[in-house]
């Protein structure tokens, strides 16, 4: 994939700019970054803290040739590739879907959005948050949130972590798209999949439940053991998993 980086002091949200500009017929591998959001956005309607300069805030725009149900995966193969780069330096793991942790607190989140053209895909944009460089945290997500700093003491260059993620997507995209599903991915991720194993209760728009969060299975599917011993594959949509005993 060819990636074409644009760079930007301050924006609304990189998600929202990399939109307004495949609107305008952007290519595939668009990237946009931002060292600062003025309205950073999270999942369900969240926002995200986007005021630090010192952290990375980016969207790529893709143009995937899948049907709109394989769009979710694309957020764990985001997942999965920023986890790569993290691990080279920190024992970061996944929070299934959508977050990256880091002794036991959050430190990335991604924000999937996907865009039709009828029933087809006109772009998927996926926005990757990481704290990197900050130091501290407002009140609200103090307990929860950390960074690289934080937790090795060094300082990491954003513009070479952006790239070495890039890198690692590009690869694992290649795979994706030929597969269209995780099956390639599924143990390696799962081995990273700081969920395994816990009990997590599983919020939907109509249901929630408790069980033993198992993997993912080729579709990206959380698998979760209920308490009758029955298993559920959890898609990776308007749902949220959370930690019994904590965050993850
Ligand atoms: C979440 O954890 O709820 C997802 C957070 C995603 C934040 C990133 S920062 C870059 C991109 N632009 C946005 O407005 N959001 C994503």
Redesign the pocket.
């Known amino acids: 994939m060819d990636y074409n980086i644009r760079h930007y002091v301050e924006i609304?949200?990189?998600?929202?700019e990399a939109h307004r500009l495949s609107l305008q017929d952007a290519e595939e591998g668009l990237v946009v970054v931002?060292k600062k959001?003025s309205?950073?956005?999270?999942?369900?309607g969240?926002t995200?803290e986007?005021t630090d300069a010192d952290n990375l805030?980016?969207?790529l725009l893709l143009r995937p040739t899948i049907t709109p149900q394989k769009a979710p995966m694309l957020t764990l193969v985001m997942a999965y590739s920023v986890a790569n780069v993290l691990r080279k330096y920190t024992a970061a793991e996944i929070k299934w879907p959508?977050?990256l942790v880091l002794a036991g607190k959050?430190i990335?989140?991604?924000?999937t959005e996907m865009h039709l053209d009828g029933t087809a895909i006109a772009d998927v944009v996926v926005?990757?948050?990481i704290n990197v460089n900050q130091t501290l945290f407002s009140e609200e997500i103090a307990s929860t949130a950390t960074s690289l700093l934080a937790q090795t003491g060094r300082r990491f260059d954003n513009d070479k972590l952006l790239l070495e993620i890039l890198r690692a997507f590009e690869q694992q995209y290649e795979k994706f798209l030929q597969a269209e599903n995780l099956s390639y991915l599924q143990e390696a991720y799962n081995q990273i999949l700081a969920n395994a194993n816990r009990e997590v209760r599983v919020l939907q728009p109509n249901q929630a439940y408790q069980g033993t969060a198992l993997g993912i299975n080729e579709r990206g599917e959380l698998m979760v053991r209920k308490e009758d011993e029955s298993i559920e594959a959890v898609y990776a949509g308007e749902v949220s998993v959370r930690g019994i005993y904590g965050y993850v």
């Open positions: 609304d949200s990189t998600n929202t931002a959001q309205a950073g956005r999270g999942r369900q969240r995200w986007s805030y980016f969207s959508n977050d959050k990335c989140g991604i924000l926005g990757v948050g």
